[in-house]
């Protein structure tokens, strides 16, 4: 499930929420060309004020409450803290995953038609029922979505492996007949 995650940086406390992952899917490949303030939006981030909690979700509020108390930092290096820290609640449990490895006599050269709009992952997801697209719109993670897909990935290469080992046991005791 998607988590809200408060947390101090540079003098001040934030708040912010994980991107749902087909949104996070959606902007992983693209999301550079994003300004600041709408990524913030996009994470519900707000800091803390005087008791309360301002929305950053305008250039204004940005520029107001986005800054260094001690002024020791530039309010662009803490904007980039922020934007950091709002990337790698999203995307941070990708930094060291191991990839499943698929022995390659299970891949072809064959190309793999994709869903338009969706990214392999949700597409995977929602066709083999594990998501439907209004979880994946509201309620999981990237993360939450790759747990699932990786598991989904292993049970898929176990049954392959599997199969395999019965066609070849099969196969040998044909021989031996």
């Known amino acids: 499930m998607r988590k809200t995650e408060e947390f ?5 406390t934030y708040r912010a929420t994980q991107l749902a992952a087909f ?3 959606s902007e992983k490949g693209g999301g550079e060309n994003k300004t600041p303030v709408a990524a913030l939006r996009q ?3 707000a800091v803390l004020v005087d008791g309360r909690w301002i929305q950053l979700d305008s250039r204004a509020a940005v520029n107001a409450h986005v800054a260094d108390p001690l002024r020791y930092f530039n309010a662009h290096v803490v904007l980039d803290a922020l934007l950091r820290k709002i990337y790698d609640m999203n995307f941070g449990f990708l930094d060291g995953r191991k990839e499943l490895r698929v ?3 299970f891949l072809s050269e064959v190309p793999v038609p994709q869903a338009e709009g969706l990214p392999p992952v949700i597409a ?4 083999n029922g594990l998501a439907t697209l209004k979880e994946l719109q509201a309620d999981y993670s990237a993360e939450d ?3 699932q897909f990786d598991a989904y990935s292993v049970d898929a290469l176990a049954k392959a492996l599997n199969g395999e080992a019965a066609m070849k046991k099969a196969q040998a005791e044909a021989r031996r007949r």
């Open 145 to 147: 979505a790759m747990i």
């Open 43 to 45: 994470a519900q981030a």
């Open 8 to 12: 101090d940086l540079i003098g001040k």
């Open 23 to 25: 949104e996070a899917f």
């Open 103 to 105: 022995p390659t006599r």
């Open 124 to 127: 995977t997801l929602i066709s």
